[in-house]
């Protein structure tokens, strides 16, 4: 999925964002800085940031006088942790899932405080599972209770290896909870019966995005909205169709400065412009473009139309936060091992 779009950068970026914007750059306090950094992030996000890396890139160069160049790790933000701490040196992570900057925290390479230094809980959009189906929606799929008949085959990644994987497995479960009332019970059948109709279980949503339209398996991809819109407009062709539950789970996609290595590299400054700018106008509207719902409430505003409705509910109150919810569903011997057994 290749987009190409041309942004043009305003002064708007400094009014807007203050000391860490664009306009308040230091090009005498820079000298020591490496002209290259990395951003380590999810598997979906290759276009993402592409697109935004070629609107930062020339904005620095016109603030600064100075070339920086971006570099992009992409695969499930699990496994980009873990290779931080084996010595992947990102500067920033761009993630879509709190516990997965949690673990960066524990292990000394993220301070605490790293969602008080930006906007919204340090996360500049969001987004949720949506489904994508086949031309003309064979299976008539409308909404999660779809999802577990038995003439209906699922593509998502492994929630074990997956932050997307995680949030489709939630939003599922929180569904269920709904429906049933509170019955836990009936919530685990149900969301056993959704594990068991998956055909491929991907390490990361890219590679359910590759399965579901190359290998044309499934009838259903359940990934993040974004990706499920990108891809549709992408394969015209095969005249896919976007369908968004009546209710869904808040999807963050939380940031922030890799403390341990930006201070060895001394990168910390561009680092901190570098996610500074991504909620600038133009920085939301490059992520808006590119199907995620932004923070920014002008730029929502202009692309309200592009969004179709959806009642969205948290972690924290279905599931009491993501640590709570990583202990009973998603650590080893948890409610989503059990719910693996026999199939």
């Known amino acids: 999925m290749r987009l190409s779009r041309r942004l043009i950068l305003t002064s708007t970026l400094a009014a807007a964002l203050g000391p860490f914007a ?33 609107q930062f890139e020339p904005a620095y160069k016109a603030k600064t006088g100075k070339d920086i160049k971006v570099n992009q790790s992409h695969a499930g933000t699990s496994k980009q942790a873990r290779s931080i ?36 809980a340090s996360s500049p959009w969001y987004s949720f ?77 890219r590679g359910s995005t590759t399965t579901f339209v190359e290998r044309e ?39 922030a400065v890799v403390d341990k290595v930006v201070d060895k590299r001394g990168s910390r400054q561009v680092a901190t412009d ?19 719902r932004v923070v920014d409430p002008k730029v929502s505003e202009e692309f309200k139309a592009k969004f179709a409705p959806v009642r969205l509910v948290k972690v924290e109150d279905v599931f009491g936060g993501w640590a709570n919810a990583q202990k009973t569903h998603f650590a080893s011997g948890g409610k989503l091992d059990e719910l693996f057994v026999a199939q």
């Open 85 to 120: 701490v084996e010595g992947l040196e990102a500067d920033v992570v761009t993630f879509n899932q709190i516990t997965d900057i949690t673990f960066l925290v524990d292990k000394g390479y993220v301070a605490k405080d790293w969602q008080t230094r930006l906007p919204n």
């Open 217 to 255: 398996q499934g009838d259903v991809l359940i990934t993040f909205e974004a990706e499920v819109i990108g891809v549709k407009d992408a394969y015209k062709d095969r005249n896919f169709q976007v369908v968004v539950p009546e209710v869904s789970l808040l999807a963050e996609f939380p940031v």
């Open 22 to 54: 664009l306009g308040a750059f230091a090009p005498q306090a820079r000298a020591a800085e490496p002209n290259q950094i990395l951003n380590a992030s999810y598997d979906i996000a290759r276009e993402l940031f592409d697109a935004e890396n070629k």
């Open 274 to 292: 570098y996610l500074t700018y991504l909620y600038s106008p133009e920085g939301q509207k490059i992520a808006a473009e590119l199907n995620n």
């Open 129 to 205: 599972p949506a489904f994508l189906v086949r031309e003309g929606n064979p299976k008539n799929v409308k909404n999660w209770d779809d999802l577990v008949r038995d003439d209906v085959k699922l593509v998502f990644p492994n929630p074990k290896t997956s932050g997307n994987a995680r949030y489709t497995y939630l939003a599922a479960y929180a569904f269920a909870l709904e429906k049933f009332n509170g019955d836990v019970a009936q919530a685990d059948a149900f969301a056993k019966k959704l594990l068991s109709n998956v055909v491929v279980f991907d390490t990361g949503g």
